[in-house]
């Protein structure tokens, strides 16, 4: 992450300069090294530090990484600057049941609960919608003017009264269906301790993207009205957030789990500063349309919100050159290192004329 002051004292540069800065900046290098598990002990002490010596929108503006980058769409190559991020919210489901043995079990145990429990969440994902504060609409209008897009997509992104048939075709693509709604993954499941014994206790979790223009109370709230009959068709009673069951052997509990983020504030699209990305981008990728995109998963920029308005998330590289995220072989092209280092020269480089 590159941290720019808007005081120019110092020099910080990643490489060795080949000419000479005509005037000084200071940059930080934010390495964190926990982003993947919250950033509590990497990126939290570090944006800290920086708040107590330069105070709230003392920083001109923050550049991390992300999930967009550059990449060819409609004919055209296009530069993604990530300029929102969705939050993160993790629930844990229980089913609490009596137990017995196996040779006598009621309808449905815990285990059959719990399933027909995700089978109805998993029935009701999130509605996508689509309006004029979602970076992928500018994205979209950036592309039906320059790009080549058929008619009929064109007619639903320039027509308002169209928008909610556009966000319905793109929720059926995979690389759009993120940026129209807040997504739901059910990811670990674990109960029961033998086969001749009821289970007990069957746990869930599921995580929540949080939409960029929702809450974690709203996500809640929509879960909680999702699994409430199905709570009531078996006579159990739900708790919600630590409020007290009924029963402690006939329940169902919904709690947190693990890390709650919010989805980041939007960044600014006009400006010197978003201006300065423009051009350094368009210099490095000749060609390149910029455009607004936003970061579907979260960042470490995520404590860095009281320091500055500006923040901006991208990968200066062709996004064709970064394999297997997050699976065996993840790995990044030679070409992708040239161009990150050649970008982040460039953007020291032209941000002595920075204006604060």
């Known amino acids: 992450m590159l941290v720019l002051t808007n005081r120019r004292t110092v020099l910080f540069s990643f490489v060795s300069c080949a000419a000479p800065f005509s005037e000084a900046v200071l940059a930080h290098a934010a390495q964190g090294f926990d982003e993947e598990v919250g950033g509590s002990r990497g990126a939290k002490p570090l944006s800290e530090l920086l708040f107590r010596r330069y105070g709230r929108d003392g ?137 001749n014994a009821l289970p007990e206790s069957v746990h869930a979790v599921i995580n929540y993207r949080i939409g960029f223009f929702e809450s974690s109370q709203s996500v809640i709230d929509r879960v909680q009205s999702v699994l409430e009959p199905i709570v009531d068709s078996f006579n159990l009673s739900l708790s919600v957030l630590g409020s007290e069951p009924l029963s402690n052997t006939n329940a169902v509990r919904l709690k947190t789990y693990g890390i709650l983020i919010e989805p980041a504030p939007i960044s600014p699209t006009e400006g010197a500063v978003f201006g300065l990305m423009a051009g350094t981008i368009k210099h490095v990728f000749p060609g390149a349309i910029v455009v607004p995109s936003a970061m579907t998963a979260f960042t470490d920029t995520q404590y860095y919100w009281s320091l500055s308005r500006n923040i901006y998330r991208f990968v200066p590289a062709s996004l064709t050159h970064i394999k297997n995220y997050h699976t065996v072989d993840e790995r990044l092209h030679l070409d992708a290192h040239l161009s990150i280092t050649r970008f982040y020269y460039k953007l020291l480089q032209n941000a002595q004329g920075l204006q604060d």
């Open 59 to 195: 920083v001109a503006f923050v550049f991390d990484e992300g999930f967009t980058g550059v990449d060819e769409d409609f004919g055209r190559t296009f530069a993604r600057v990530g300029i929102a991020e969705k939050g993160c919210l993790t629930l844990e489901l229980s089913v609490h049941t009596p137990g017995g043995h196996s040779s006598a079990p009621p309808s449905h145990t815990g285990i059959g609960i719990m399933s027909r429990l995700l089978v109805e969440l998993e029935n009701n994902p999130f509605l996508p919608a689509i309006d004029e504060r979602n970076p992928l609409l500018t994205y979209l209008e950036c592309a039906a003017e320059h790009g080549d897009m058929d008619d009929d997509m064109k007619a639903r992104v320039r027509q308002r009264q169209c928008w909610p048939l556009l966000a319905d075709k793109l929720n059926q693509d995979k690389a759009y269906m993120p940026f129209l709604r807040t997504t739901q993954a059910v990811d670990m499941v674990r109960g029961g301790i033998k086969f």
